[in-house]
């Protein structure tokens, strides 16, 4: 599998838990803070349920927790895809 991408990750927390109305998703979100993107953690343990049913893989709960930033959060699920590879 190719790198999983800012885009498939906004659709996911797009499903998952909704969007900010303030909040382009669609801007470089990259480096933006979860919670400044309207985000906690309860959606992102949704979004890496929804990652880890549809690619077979486990991502580190609380490498989750610590992670703050869309950038830093698929760096997780791209190295977690590596291994499965």
Known sequence: M?????????GLLREAAGEDDTVDLDGDVLDTA?????????ALLQTTGCIER???VT???DA???AETPRQ?????NEA???KN
């Not at 979860?34 to 309860?42: E, K, N, P, Q, V």
């Open 59 to 61: 991502i580190d709960e």
């Open 2 to 10: 190719t790198a999983f991408t800012i885009t498939q990750l906004t």
């Open 73 to 77: 959060y698929l760096a997780l699920v």
């Open 34 to 42: 979860f919670a400044d993107l309207g985000y906690d953690s309860l």
């Open 81 to 83: 895809l590596s291994v």
């Open 64 to 66: 989750v927790a610590e």
């Open 54 to 56: 549809d690619h077979g």
